[in-house]
């Protein structure tokens, strides 16, 4: 009824009711990403693989001030001990003492190479760090859509035993009434059986997935998961664009990042190989002492002569064709990620079709179908046997709308894989 000193007071509450619904739904999804943001965490904090991956990046970046650093000086000490005296006894007399320290000082910018190469090294280092992380998300993101899917399988099944068990009392009552036959409630009984055991292999599917996630994230395989986890929300195609995402992918995917690192040390080799073609040169100061006091001194200056040209052109072929085979990789890289990043694109806009699908015209025309059988068997107009095809055929319909779920799951995980981070 209509309040007429409000007229305005039902839409209101009606606006209001709608707000707090989706509000509601906001906070829980929001509160939803919130958890698996949580386990990702906790997984590339905790886990073996990842904590042993930043420590090699520690240790190549940690080479680089080392790579560029002067060898260490040398110290020399001399002594001349001339021979005096004949006979089988000669003696020696303390002669000239020299005390020389020298240093070696690479030229041509070849220490800065070496500390860009060191660096090109800590580079790649710390995009095989991100790529284990980016794994790590990734089996954390799809063993969660498994529990989430063994958890919805489990309470639609549960949905769907309660139904045939009222239509088992159903068969049960009709046979107690005369018009049943014995064979509609042992067919009842069968299915009721079939759902059981299909309930006990997805509760046991649940708690497997429930023990890789806690694996995951090296903790006891037994620690409480959400009680009523909630799929990860998927954004509308319409505000992807798969070129977009390949461009993301080509720039950010852990591998090309690693290739990128590679190219610009081997580049970095490749210079060094040329500039090792030109002399270094080590200097040195010594200073003499005879009867003891320094009575002179002496300065040095010595250089390398790299003579045999054929090996140093050797190295640099040698790092001139690692250059170009590491480019080469890159190129082969971003066509293989651009390749996924379309598949999982595709993959993902038909699982979404074949969700609205089932969700939209096969579920609803499901349950009508076993509405009206069962309506139907009661007023004595349809075989039971009618009526156990209708539920079999919602239960298959049950069976995709989970699949659908955990596919489109599964393939926004890959993307995200592929892309390096987060949509």
């Known amino acids: 009824m209509i309040n007429r000193r409000y007229p305005g007071r039902p839409l209101t509450v ?34 073996p693989e990842a904590a042993a991956t930043a420590l090699e990046t520690d240790a190549a970046t940690a080479r680089i001030t080392s790579a560029g ?22 003696r020696y007399r303390a002669g000239q003492e020299l005390y020389q320290v020298r240093q070696m000082f690479p030229l041509w910018g070849k220490r800065d190479l070496k500390r860009e190469i060191a660096s090109a090294d800590s580079r790649k280092a710390a995009a095989a760090q991100a790529e284990v992380a980016n794994q790590i998300a990734y089996r954390v993101k799809v063993a969660y859509a498994e529990y989430h899917a063994a958890h919805l399988a489990a309470d639609e099944t549960r949905k769907l035993l309660g139904t045939v068990r009222r239509l088992s009392d159903l068969a049960r009552a009709r046979y107690a009434q005369g018009p049943g036959k014995q064979q509609d409630i042992t067919g009842a009984n069968a299915e009721a059986g079939a759902l059981t055991a299909e309930l006990a292999r997805m509760d046991a599917d649940r708690h497997r997935a429930q023990v890789r996630i806690n694996g995951l994230l090296a903790r006891s395989p037994e620690t409480p998961l959400p009680a009523k986890p909630l799929p990860r929300l998927v954004p509308p195609l319409q505000t992807l664009s798969a070129d977009a995402l390949v461009d993301r992918a080509r720039a950010d995917f852990p591998a090309v990042r690693a290739q990128l690192a590679q190219i610009d040390s081997a580049e970095g080799t490749r210079r060094l190989a040329e500039k090792n073609g030109y002399p270094d040169v080590e200097l040195g100061l010594g200073a003499m002492r005879r009867d003891g006091r320094f009575d002179g001194y002496q300065a040095m200056v010595e250089f ?22 590491a480019r080469a990789k890159l190129e082969q890289i971003r066509l293989d990620v651009a390749t996924d990043v379309h598949e999982a694109y595709v993959m993902l806009a038909a699982v979404k079709e074949r969700k609205r699908i089932v969700r939209e015209i096969t579920l609803p025309q499901a349950r009508i179908a076993l509405e009206a059988a069962t309506r139907g068997y009661e007023l004595s107009r349809e075989e039971f046997a009618n009526l156990l095809l209708a ?12 699949n659908v779920t955990f596919e489109e799951q599964v393939r926004l995980a890959e993307i995200e894989r592929l892309i390096g981070g987060e949509l």
């Open 304 to 325: 390398n002569i790299p003579l045999y040209g054929d090996r140093r052109q050797a190295e640099q072929r040698e790092a001139a064709s690692m250059a170009g085979a």
């Open 69 to 90: 650093a002067l060898d260490d000086p040398k110290f020399k000490v001399e002594l001349e001990l001339p021979r005096s005296g004949s006979g089988y006894l000669p």
């Open 391 to 402: 539920e079999q055929t919602l239960r298959r319909a049950l069976v995709e709308s989970v």
């Open 14 to 47: 009606a606006a209001t009711a709608l707000v707090l619904l989706l509000t509601g739904a906001a906070a829980s999804a929001a509160e939803h990403d919130r958890t698996i943001t949580q386990l990702i965490e906790t997984a590339r904090r905790m886990n």
